[in-house]
């Protein structure tokens, strides 16, 4: 007797929006999703969500990196009026309650998570883990699919062991290009703003995560998205250059493996099957 095999579900993913205007970005096959951040209004998430096929009611959770506005507008009403589970640590879950922005208080739809410890969502194996940044709490997350594993770490104030740790295991990882160091140094930013933004707890810069990247390639990486991008002090172009210039003196096939792409500041990306 013959047994036909069904092939694993195909998976797929891509961002809603990324920078300080909003963050937003899916995850998820034909039958359900999850979200990493909610930074746009409810509204926007649905329209973009909409566009590539996606209806929210498939959204199963919400994962929260921190509790900046820009990566939480939407987590009070999505998660209880729309009755999605909101996933953070105890700290982010603190800081989303003392927003005083958001409507919504997080009530039943708020769920606990600690860093280092897997959780199970459907098929999504999940692990947290810490990335510095000046917020209540910041979390990267390890998501593991149909013998795949995506990392997104986004607003990393500095690399750590932990974030190498994970982010080396990616077949796809996102992470962010915040800045230009020059065009920071140079730019319109006041001091103490300039001193935040390269500050171990502010952000990556391009040059930053140009080495990082370097130092992490192995074969089995497929795909880089490069987040987060500063309105003023980088530009799509320039973080994509310097990324590809660095990795490519390592003899690094930029375009073939990896692809390289970036999340444009509120724009829906395209959606690229995994």
Partial sequence: ????????ERF????????????????GNNRYGILIDAGLGPRVIKKRLAQHGVELSSIMAILITHDHYDHIKSAGYLGE??????????EVHRGIDACPMINNRLNGSARYIEKGTPFQIED?????????????????????????KLTIATDVGTITDEVTYYA??????VIESNYDEDLLLNGRYPIYLKRRISSGTGHLSNRQAADFLADIFHEELHNIWLCHLSGDNNNPQLAYSTIQ???TRNGIDVGHKP???????????DKIEL
């Fill in 12 to 27: 797929s993913f891509f961002s809603l929006s990324s920078g300080s205007c909003g963050n937003c970005y899916y995850l």
């Fill in 81 to 90: 009026k729309m009755y999605i589970p909101i996933y953070a640590t105890r």
């Fill in 124 to 148: 999504l194996r999940i692990t947290a883990f810490h990335v510095p940044h000046d917020s209540n709490d910041n979390a990267g997350y390890l998501i593991e699919f149909a013998g795949q």
């Fill in 259 to 269: 692809a390289l792409r970036v999340f444009e500041r509120n724009i829906l990306s």
């Fill in 245 to 247: 210039e660095r990795l």
């Fill in 1 to 8: 007797m013959q047994y036909e095999l069904f092939p694993p």
């Fill in 168 to 173: 080396a295991q990616a077949n796809h990882l």
